[in-house]
């Protein structure tokens, strides 16, 4: 009899493979039809030795393989998509390597940030006086907002506040400005008048009559005036003269408006500088903030008092000892004493050289009252006014007068004790705790 049927060996499904077995075939199927047909089930298609890479990428011109009689079989047609994707997303081809940072391009880096480093020092050495004129309307409006709060607080409304305010400012400059003009004009129309005088003295003088015999100086003084040499001198004069009257005014408006929209403002820019601190440190920096305004407004009501002190006592000194314009060289001492270190000496250096062209003793007069206050104001006047404003010490105070000097002129030894002031506030609140914790 013959042997039983082997176990069913389990025959893969071949798609389109013509006279292969499905599900189990008998022991007279050949195992040259079962090998083959497990080869092909388990690598649908021949592997393909993958093309060179070139610029671009060549074209396959072979069909992709499958088993025999499969209706998958793809096209040169089908096929070109498939190859031609970069290709299309990459018309002129794959990108090469970046370029190396040699000397060239370190150097033309180089050369463009010093070139962008020194356009930006000539536009802000081009905008010197518009910067000197924002930064000085912002300590102005710091200055005056503690007289505004101070009316805020009996109930008036910020607006209102500030317009008392500015109108006192408007009034004090409409003050100096008459008390300082009408005695200027005054003396320059009596020099004026003195001048034919001046010059008959002057001929009359035995020197002056031998110098003219011997160099011609009247002739030529004569040739001088008949060519027109002295009317475009003076003409000029009066030009820039006029020019500096005028670029003055445009200064002193400009100043006022912005000082204005400053005060206005002020609240909201506070609160806008907040935002750019981190929210964590905000608490800590406001109160910061809120203490260097409060030193800086109580600096400049501090040296305003003084000035105010000042004045009065030199126009009533002066009124009692018989000078002329005696108001207009108080004013001139109460407006050079806002000055740190250096404006009180000048102002008494102006007043008595006024004093002595009137009279001799007057001049010695002022002379002595200036020492004597200006001992009275440094030992006493300001040190009771400046203690509950800023706490600087006398030597920084100084050096801090010397560099703002050098780099602003008046304006910047005028700033720039509060400014010390406030980076001494900084130095004790922020940098020493930190150091004391490392």
């Given amino acids: 009899m013959p042997d039983p049927a082997p176990d069913a060996v389990p025959v893969p499904d071949v798609p389109g493979r013509a006279g292969a077995a499905r599900g189990t075939s008998t022991g007279s199927a050949d195992v040259t039809d079962i090998l083959p047909a497990a080869a092909a089930a388990a690598v649908p298609y021949p592997a393909r030795t993958p093309a060179p890479r070139t610029g671009s990428r060549a074209k396959s011109s072979r069909t992709r393989a499958t088993s025999p009689g499969s209706s998958e079989a793809k096209t040169e047609a089908e096929v070109q998509p498939e190859a031609g994707a970069g290709a299309a997303a990459m018309p002129y081809g794959l990108p090469g390597k970046p370029l190396a940072r040699g000397p060239f391009l370190w150097g033309l880096t180089a050369a463009l940030g010093v070139l962008t480093a020194w356009g930006l020092a000539q536009a802000l050495v081009s905008s010197r006086s518009v910067i000197v004129l924002i930064v000085v309307a912002a300590f102005l409006a710091v200055g005056l907002n503690p007289v505004v709060e101070a009316l805020q607080r009996r109930g008036l ?10 109108l006192g400012v408007i009034a004090m400059f409409v003050l100096f400005g008459l008390a300082i003009v009408p005695p200027v004009s005054q003396e320059s129309s009596d020099f004026a008048r003195a001048v034919p005088g001046y010059v008959q003295d002057l001929l009359a003088n035995p020197t002056i009559k031998q110098l003219d015999a011997d160099y011609k100086i009247l002739a030529n003084f004569q040739t001088y ?7 475009a001198t003076v003409a000029g004069g009066i030009l820039g003269a006029g020019a500096v009257v005028l670029d003055a005014f445009f200064s002193g408006f400009t100043l006022l408006v912005l000082t204005l929209y ?6 909201a820019i506070k609160e806008y500088m907040l935002l750019l601190v981190p929210t964590t440190r905000r608490p800590r920096t406001r109160a910061i903030g809120d203490e260097i305004l409060a030193g800086i407004g109580g600096y400049v009501a501090g040296n305003v008092l003084i000035s105010v002190i000042a004045g009065a006592l030199s126009w009533l000194f002066l009124t009692v000892a018989g000078a002329k314009y005696a ?3 108080a004013l001139v001492v109460a407006v050079t004493d806002l000055i740190p270190l250096v404006g ?21 007069a002022c002379a002595i009252f200036f020492v004597v206050y200006q001992q009275v104001e440094n030992y006493v006047i300001y040190p009771r006014v400046m203690s509950r404003s800023v706490d600087v010490a006398p030597a920084v105070s100084v050096i801090a007068a010397l560099f703002g000097g050098a780099l602003l002129g008046a304006v910047g030894a005028l700033l720039a004790i509060p400014v010390a002031a406030a980076v001494a506030l ?3 609140e922020v940098v020493l705790p930190r150091q004391a914790q490392l």
């Fill in 327 to 329: 108001l207009a060289l």
């Fill in 225 to 231: 005036i008949t060519s027109g040499g002295l009317g």
């Fill in 344 to 364: 009180a000496t000048v102002g008494a250096v102006l007043v008595t050289a006024v004093g002595l062209l009137q009279s001799v003793p007057l001049g010695i």
């Fill in 262 to 267: 400053f005060l206005g403002s002020l609240p």
């Fill in 157 to 166: 409304n910020r607006r209102w506040a500030i317009s008392i305010v500015f």
């Fill in 426 to 428: 900084i130095v004790r």
